[in-house]
């Protein structure tokens, strides 16, 4: 409680020489310290957290007045069934952002820290390549890969697959795991280097006792490996899920949410809506929406990384 | 206790700081920022006027029409050495969404090209950002120079809500229309002519299947390029006045009527036949037409922003016709004015800016503009072409003397865009029937026009 107070309390005993924390330190110095990061903070990320807060409340075009609407653009959210898609479709990639990435990752981790690999810094660098090109630059290369005419379809109809050859991102069913496809070529990488430095950690001796007790490949993998690198797990899975809910720049490129509206994402909508449709209102309330669920998938997954370290 | 107090006031200091923030709504200040200026106002002589640096914001980016732009600044800059000219060009969707921003701004660019549909130029008349420039067109004559019906393309009530008259607040410089390029080669081989009627039309795409050639060439993976083909097919089936009303979004048309229920229908049955390239959707424009440049394809349903480009592909292998003629037994065609060039309010060189629209839309301009392998304006019968472009000018001549000239359908309200690409995607992609589709337009324009 004392130390509670001392924290609360440095406005109001302001001006008086009584001190009473620990001696030599004037605490209220402390609170300058921090004073230009705070500034920062408010001045780039608070204010503009508010703000947009508050024009989510406004029937906005983005140019002349507004009008106060509640939380009628919220409404909107969750009920027009575009906007509603957008973040169903952000669940998909979830999958193929997160979800597979994090496995492979794991898989390939696991087998490349057993075997003694010829030419492992080779494969860590190849696999982890992606990580380091820009998303524009990767979207355009995949655009390539699946058009009709594209290498991929080319492969397909040389091996006699002709019956799987299409236009890849104009298909209803297809677009979307295609889009989620190039997110996971994307994140493999980083898992794969993430785990790999995680099981780097693990003392040798641990596997050297387990194989005493005649644990096989599959025990140690889930009973050694897989605890130990719980925290890079949850780093893994914190950093592949926000990718997968902000994505923009995949589906900017690729498929501008086409066809129809089969891979619209919510950042996309955001993008759309306000500066192609005019409706800011509805884009920020779609941006606040976005911001809540990141904010709680990421506590969500830091709980259970957390929980499983004690 | 102290827990208590520390968290009300922590409270309270958000809510005090929410407070101070919802004081001032978004775009609340809603100042008329320059007044229009009166003809007599005018320094038409920009040479008098002092140094000025004018940015002026373009998306000349193709292989044509960056060329002449530059062209232009170049000889406008020798003209009047007292202004230099700070050129930002950006393409069509860039420029779309960076636009609303620069045109709000106090620092605002003095020249920009503003696409002339409601969903941009009517919201910008709307919040008052654009300059009205019938003082200036009083001054320079460009009453004069342009026809009406191009400066209808480019006018708004004040308010913003009328669409096709009231004051001017652009001047285009080229002309566009989306017709029908064939690629003269294969026509020739399939010994067909250029179809004038949707009949032709239909026995051709026939034939080439038949030979088995890709009948239309097409990519509508940025889904614009969709409205530009509907809008081919629907010219071969409504009446300009059905399809006027519709474009700018005046009230007593309907989507459901008969003439557009068969234009969509037919649009699925080409789908079906085959007529159209495989996997559109999942092929980009540029793409599209790069491909119809190679040989990949019979017809092309594009603009003629593309005539320089296709020119250097093809040569003389390529051909240029205006939409089959239908039911109304007219060739209408899709098109109006190039993105028109307007000037902000918030503009401090408002003067210097309506000189150097003169010039760029000058005679002389206009002759630049041909020169660089595009469609001028006004003035195009004035001009020596040959090839493709004397194609097209023709073409362009015979809809501006029979009035054949319809508006693109997404100028029709302010997000109609969004719709119409959508739902072509989905009618065409199978996705959705003729009859939802016709529906889901019904809706937003019902609801915009309210009729």
């Known amino acids: 409680m004392t130390s509670a107070q001392q924290v609360a309390t440095p406005v109001a005993t302001a001006g008086t020489p009584r001190r009473r924390g620990r001696p030599g330190e004037p605490r209220r110095v402390a609170y300058l310290y921090i004073l230009p990061a705070v500034l920062v903070f408010a001045l780039f990320i608070l204010y503009p957290l508010i703000r947009t807060a508050q024009f989510s409340l406004y029937e906005w075009n983005g140019l002349g007045a507004s009008t106060w609407v509640g939380l009628s653009n919220y409404q909107a959210v969750f009920t027009e069934p575009q906007l509603r898609g957008a973040f169903v479709h952000a669940l998909v990639l979830i999958v193929f952002y997160a979800v597979i990435p994090v496995t492979l990752g794991l898989l390939l981790a696991a087998t490349m820290s057993r075997a003694v690999l010829r030419g492992l810094g080779f494969f860590r660098v190849v696999l982890f390549l992606p990580q380091v090109i820009p998303m524009v630059v990767v979207a355009i290369a995949w655009r390539q890969i699946y058009e009709p005419q594209g290498p991929l379809n080319d492969v397909l109809r040389f091996v006699g697959l002709d019956s799987l050859a299409r236009p890849w991102l104009g298909d209803y069913t297809w677009a979307l795991p295609s889009v989620g496809i190039v997110g996971t070529w994307v994140g493999t990488g980083l898992c794969l280097v993430l785990f790999l430095a995680g099981m780097a950690r693990i003392p040798r001796e641990l596997y050297e006792a387990a194989r005493l007790d005649g644990a096989g490949p599959l025990r140690e993998f889930f009973s050694i490996t897989l605890p130990s690198v719980r925290g890079e797990l949850a780093v893994a899975l914190t950093l592949t899920v926000i990718a997968a809910l902000k994505t923009f720049d995949l589906v900017y490129v690729m498929t501008s949410g086409g066809p129809g509206t089969e891979t619209t994402v919510p950042s996309y909508q955001v993008y759309n809506n306000a500066f192609l449709l005019g409706r800011v209102g509805t884009a920020t309330a779609l941006a606040i929406v976005l911001t809540a669920v990141v904010f709680a998938m990421t506590v969500v997954i830091n709980r259970v990384g957390e929980r499983g370290q004690r | ?451």
């Open chain 2, 1 to 451: 206790m102290t827990l208590f107090t520390r968290t009300s006031t922590r409270w309270g200091a958000a809510a005090a700081a929410a407070l101070l923030i919802a004081a001032c709504a978004p775009g609340g200040d809603d100042d008329d920022a320059g007044d229009a200026p009166t003809a007599g106002d005018v320094q038409t002589d920009a040479s008098e006027l002092g140094d000025v640096t004018l940015t002026v914001w373009d998306q000349e980016v193709r292989e044509g029409q960056t060329e002449q732009i530059e062209a232009l600044n170049t000889a406008f800059e020798e003209a009047y050495p007292n202004i230099t000219i700070e050129r930002v060009s950006r393409s069509t969707d860039d420029l779309r969404t960076t636009l609303r921003l620069a045109l709000s701004g106090e620092d605002a660019p003095d020249v920009v090209q503003a696409n002339n549909g409601r969903p941009e130029m009517g919201q910008y008349v709307a919040s008052s950002l654009l300059t009205p420039l019938d003082g200036y067109a009083e001054a320079y004559g460009w009453f004069d120079r342009f026809p009406e019906s191009v400066r209808a393309l480019a006018s708004y009530s004040e308010d913003g809500a009328t669409y096709g008259e009231g004051e001017l607040y652009g001047l285009p410089q080229m002309g566009e229309i989306v017709g029908l390029y064939y690629n003269k080669t294969k026509l020739d081989a399939l010994g067909l002519e250029p179809p004038a009627t949707t009949e032709d039309f239909e026995a051709a795409l026939a034939a080439a299947q038949a030979a088995g050639e890709i009948p239309i060439q097409f990519g509508n993976s940025e889904p614009w390029a969709g409205i530009h083909e509907f809008g081919f097919i629907q010219n071969q089936f409504s009446d300009a006045e059905t399809i006027r009303n519709l474009g700018f979004g005046r009230p007593g048309s309907s989507w459901m009527s008969e003439d557009n229920v068969a234009a969509a229908e037919t649009t699925v049955s080409w789908v079906d036949s085959g007529f159209f390239v495989d996997g559109f959707n999942g092929v980009s424009y540029d793409s599209a037409w790069q491909s119809f440049a190679q040989g990949n394809g019979v017809f092309f349903v594009g603009g003629t922003w593309l005539v320089a480009d296709l020119t250097s592909a093809m040569g003389d292998e390529v051909g240029f016709v205006l939409t089959p003629a239908g039911a109304s037994g007219q060739n209408l065609v899709t098109g109006g004015i190039s993105i028109p060039w307007a000037i902000p309010a918030n503009s401090d060189a408002q003067d210097a800016a309506a000189a150097y629209i003169d010039f760029i839309t000058s005679s002389e301009a206009m002759t630049a503009v041909t020169e660089a392998g595009n469609l001028p304006v006004i003035e195009a019968d004035q001009q020596t072409t040959e090839g493709l472009q004397a194609e097209v000018f023709d073409a362009w001549a015979q809809a501006g003397e029979d009035d054949l000239l319809v508006p693109y359908l997404d100028y029709a309200t302010e997000t109609f865009y969004d719709t119409i690409t959508a739902a072509v995607q989905n009618l065409m992609g199978g996705q959705s029937t003729p009859q939802q589709f016709l529906e889901t337009l019904e809706a937003e324009y019902t609801a915009a026009t309210g009729s």
